[in-house]
């Protein structure tokens, strides 16, 4: 790696937990495989080696490590936090109708809707396998909270999302299902199997929680300011898909009544014409709702960081620390 990329926190997180990202990469191939259905290993590899961060099993890794995890547990919920995380985007992908993911072609588009639900199913089910091989019922009680959690915030998604009464209580309830509740689990697990004290484990839960309520909100935000070519997404494409987010969200609290009508056309109604992304952004600066929403994003990243400062004094604290600044550092 050069310097450049070596400087980003998840790169060396990736570098620092190298020998344990391995191993979870090696179970997680040994677990994909089916002699009866060969679909799920090409479904499965085509999405788990299309490359992306693997935030959440570092994130396992990291606080098992942090909190001195003796053994191979870390490694197996590692895998099954990824399993989750590869199921929900096999099906978001499908309720999205989506035809891209990570710079390639979605499975959907590839094979079928049917096969990628089937197979997001099947992984689901090969991560329940993996939670139970720990042992813990207070492992398989959190990583199947999150799992409910995350099914729940999409389906509250798919009634908020082109509802302008939707407000900032609903907005956050949906961004805790469809993130933050697996990052929250993925980090608390790690503590879990450490024997960690029960205020560590709570201050890992609260990282993960604020970290990927961050993560979402920043990424939210980048959808309307971004550099297409670092997000992979085009600018204004939560506003073609009518999604409302937050900036949008505060912005049609701030509304004139002729503004109102605009996201009303837009959002709910979908009745889009050319030029309308620009007259939105102009609303969203005119109203500071990017700068606020940026603000917010910013709050979040300080909880995270916050919330480390019960854990004992490590270099992966630093490096965790370091990636909850970083998160919103994109939005500069």
Request: glycine fraction near 6%.
């Amino acid at each position: 790696m050069d310097q450049v990329t070596i400087s980003k926190p998840h790169d060396r997180l990736a570098e620092t937990l190298n020998e344990e990202m391995r191993a979870v990469d090696a179970l997680i191939r040994a677990r994909m495989v089916s002699d009866h259905a060969p679909r799920i290993p090409e479904i499965t590899a085509h999405l788990v080696e299309a490359g992306g961060k693997r935030l959440r099993p570092m994130l396992t890794l990291a606080a098992a490590r942090l909190c001195g995890h003796q053994g191979d547990l870390d490694v197996k919920l590692a895998a099954t936090v990824e399993f989750i995380h590869t199921a929900t985007l096999l099906h978001d992908d499908v309720v999205d109708e989506s035809a891209q993911r990570r710079g390639r072609p979605t499975a959907n588009l590839l094979w079928d809707n049917k096969s990628s639900v089937l197979v997001g199913d099947y992984l689901l089910a090969r991560s329940f396998q993996l939670m139970t091989e720990t042992g813990s019922l207070r492992v398989l009680n959190i990583l199947s909270n999150a799992s409910a959690t995350i099914s729940e915030g999409e389906v509250l998604q798919l009634s908020a999302a082109q509802d302008l009464k939707t407000g900032e209580d609903i907005y956050l309830q949906v961004v805790r299902g469809k993130t933050a509740a697996l990052f929250a689990a993925a980090c608390e697990v790690g503590g879990v199997i450490s024997d960690a004290p029960e205020a560590q484990i709570d201050a890992l839960r609260t990282y993960g929680d604020a970290l990927g309520i961050a993560f979402q909100i920043a990424d939210d935000l980048l959808d309307y300011q971004g550099d297409s070519g670092a997000t992979g997404k085009n600018v204004g494409d939560d506003f073609r898909e009518r999604k409302l987010t937050l900036p949008v969200i505060r912005a049609v609290a701030a509304a004139s009544e002729q503004e109102r009508a605009f996201w009303v056309r837009c959002i709910e109604k979908g009745r889009q014409e050319e030029g309308d992304l620009d007259t939105a952004l102009e609303l969203l600066r005119a109203h500071g709702t990017l700068e606020s929403t940026r603000r917010t994003a910013q709050d979040w990243a300080a909880k995270a960081r916050e919330a480390l400062q019960v854990l004992p004094a490590h270099p992966l604290r630093d490096l965790l620390s370091d990636l909850a600044s970083y998160v919103v550092s994109r939005l500069n």
